[in-house]
């Protein structure tokens, strides 16, 4: 309590911490980063959670004061921060495009001028004048961005905020965004989805727990960065599935389980098109009928692909054995990523689990020069590679002439 008020004393009179030194438990949300940027430029925030990305956004608009060093900004600065920031919930539509056109530098003639802009570009029609309260984050979004590009600023600060709004008006707030730089606007983006970072943005900025880890053009920054996460997955076991749990009726038991390559040795990295085999064996106790089961399950928990046997008849119950079966997949449509398998016994109509292994197997899909991995390739194209060909025929044909 005396670190509080003792901080909120030094904050009251304009003065800087004493010290540098860190207090139990505390750390620096950013760290030594430096960088500049001209009249014009387009810069992209990228890395993990926690990296100090949102929190350099705000201490460029001076919501958190650096303890450290100096920031110098020249013009106006228009910030998309977070959902409803500067928004009265009582208030209405209409009363809060002047509350926050206010707040962002713009007198009332200003806003009046171009308050029909504003209501255009933000599209929430017969909302105008219903209080905010009742938006939807995406109304929100589109209010609040809306007001901050039409106050005309010489710098534009956007967070993940975004990624909120429907596709359509990620691509008009992308096209604005364009237009404002082509009048000189200089712009921060701050963004997890990589390729909407490389479609606006020149540079790059890469950060990771608070440190710049590098910066330059964005080919070269999203490169390194998507390696190092490459890398991770590679090496990092997904939460979504626990090895070693099982589940069923005890009557059959999975084991030896093994992912092979087509010559059948054991092992644990492939590359995307591959053929993959999953083989096991398994007991059987005083059961007549039953299913093979096989599933795969991607890094997010997801399940992406599985099949399931047809019923297989027990010719020699009551007696147990032991046998193995071997499931083969032939080009292995997966993006580059780390795989779970889970492998299953059921009973002959699929319905009850006689044993369940929630991971038998794991297995990597390796980046080649012609598949990388990225986590926008999951917004894209999801988790399945498929097996097509584009067919393109080039005409004469011209726009213009089917309009007339």
């Known amino acids: 309590m005396w670190y509080g008020f003792r901080d909120i004393l030094r904050d009251t009179a304009s003065l800087r911490p004493k010290t540098d030194r860190l207090r139990r438990k505390e750390f620096w949300a950013v760290d030594d980063v430096s960088f500049e940027l001209r009249k014009g430029d387009r810069l992209g925030l990228i890395g993990p959670n926690g990296a100090g990305k949102t929190t350099l956004l705000k201490m460029l608009n001076g919501i958190i004061i650096p303890d450290k060093g100096d920031l110098r900004i020249k ?60 938006y939807s984050s995406g109304m929100f979004v589109r209010l609040g961005f809306a007001v901050a590009i039409h106050c005309e600023p010489e710098v534009l600060l956007v967070d993940e905020v975004l990624a909120v709004g429907d596709l359509n008006f990620q691509s008009k707030c992308i096209e604005q965004i364009s237009r404002l730089c082509e009048k000189g606007t200089t712009v921060v983006l701050v ?51 626990i090895e070693g749990v099982r589940k069923g009726s005890g009557r059959a038991r999975v084991e030896n389980f093994e992912v092979q390559n087509t010559k059948g040795e054991k092992v644990d990295s492939f590359l995307p098109r591959e053929s993959i085999s999953f083989s096991f064996e398994y007991s059987l106790k005083d059961v007549s009928a039953y299913r093979l ?15 399931l046997s047809e019923t ?41 689990w006689h044993d369940r292994v929630a991971k038998a197997g794991t297995f990597i899909v390796k980046s080649t020069s012609k598949i990388k991995y990225s986590p926008a390739m999951a917004n894209f194209y999801g988790s399945v590679l498929i097996n097509g060909s584009w067919d393109i025929t080039q005409t004469e044909f011209r726009l213009q002439d089917r309009i007339k």
């Open 293 to 307: 089961w096989i599933c795969v399950v991607n890094q997010a928990g997801l399940k992406v692909a599985g099949d």
């Open 191 to 241: 963004s997890h989805d990589v390729s909407k970072i490389e479609r606006v943005c020149g540079k790059a900025i890469w950060l990771d727990n608070g440190h710049l880890m590098k910066v330059g053009s964005i080919k070269d920054v999203i490169h390194s960065y998507m390696q190092d996460q490459n890398q991770k997955l590679y090496n990092t076991e997904s939460s979504f599935v």
């Open 75 to 134: 013009g106006r600065v228009g910030a998309l921060i977070q959902i409803g920031a500067g928004f009265h919930p009582q208030l209405t539509g209409r009363e809060n495009i002047y509350i926050n056109g206010a707040i962002l530098g713009m007198g009332k003639r200003e806003i009046d001028k171009k308050f029909d802009a504003i209501v255009e570009f933000a599209d929430i029609g017969d909302f105008l004048d219903t209080p905010v309260k009742y």
């Open 312 to 352: 297989i008849k027990n010719n020699r119950y009551p007696n147990n054995f032991v046998d193995r079966a071997k499931y083969t997949l032939r080009d292995m449509p997966f993006f580059p990523g780390r795989y779970y398998v889970i492998a299953g016994i059921s009973d002959e109509k699929g319905l009850v």
